[in-house]
């Protein structure tokens, strides 16, 4: 079992609702270059719900001023898709000069309402900020979610060899994975459902107070479950799974 403590997720009630998306504006360098400032890709502009980022690093996810994706600090890139689905690519060029590598961490600024789904490798991800339905992955690495999400739109922070944890997390539905790591969740509105599962650490998740009874499955096999929500029995109530092989699990609200 690890030994990190889990932190607190507080989920709120939610209504299912179709995600409402801002213009989207590819912006931000040269194609491969990486100059920070706000210029249009050489693809053109296009307008777009979803963006999709891939890095062989980490990447942090922070709130646009505008309606544009902007890339801050020098940071090589390329632009791909088009119409509602942007890709971002921020992965290293081969023969990548290493007396200049790529940054481990660079900022991607999203506009309000747009969808981000990131895939990221031996290194974390950090959303802080971000309205929007999410979809965040890597390996190797932490997943970290502060005042993130949005109601009526669903939430997946998976990684592995690290941990989930997120704070004032807005979400229809929920899924937070690990294999050797704490998944603490703390949610600021409820989710209909949440599912949260490690193997090798504790799972923490906190739901609202006057989030509704949920139908929990919480296991464990090496470890202590602790319930100290609402319960429910019937099929149509939200549901939880909390689940690890060597941790605690617990439930709470607050």
Not at 141 to 169: E, I, M, P, Y
Not at 174 to 198: E, F, K, M, W, Y
């Amino acid at each position: 079992m690890t030994s990190g403590k889990a932190k607190h997720l507080r989920c709120g009630i939610v209504a299912l609702a179709v995600v409402t998306s801002f213009p989207v504006l590819a912006a931000c360098g040269d194609g491969r270059g990486g100059d920070a400032a706000d210029h249009a890709t050489p693809e053109g502009v296009s307008t777009g719900r979803r963006l999709t980022v891939v890095t062989d690093n980490g990447v942090r996810l922070r709130p646009a001023s505008g309606d544009r994706v902007t890339i801050v600090a020098h940071t090589g890139h390329r632009w791909s898709g088009k119409g509602d689905h942007r890709v971002l690519d921020l992965s290293c060029p081969d023969g990548a000069d290493s007396r200049d590598p790529c940054p481990r961490m660079p900022e991607v600024d999203i506009p309000a309402g747009t969808g981000v789904t990131v895939s990221a490798r031996n290194a974390g991800i950090d959303a802080a900020g971000v309205s929007g339905a999410l979809d965040l992955t890597t390996v190797n690495g932490d997943v970290t979610v502060t005042d993130a999400g949005r109601t009526g739109s669903s939430v997946r922070l998976t990684t592995r060899n690290g941990s989930v944890r997120a704070h004032d997390l807005r979400a229809a539905t929920l899924h937070a994975q690990t294999v050797n790591g704490d998944v603490t969740v703390g949610c600021a509105t409820a989710p209909s459902r949440i599912d949260a599962a490690t193997t090798n650490g504790s799972v923490d998740a906190t739901v609202p107070d006057d989030s509704p009874a949920y139908r929990v499955n919480a296991t464990t096999d090496n470890g202590r479950p602790r319930i100290d929500i609402p319960t429910a029995t019937a099929s149509h109530a939200a549901t939880m799974r909390l689940a690890t092989v060597n941790g605690d699990v617990r439930a709470e609200r607050g």
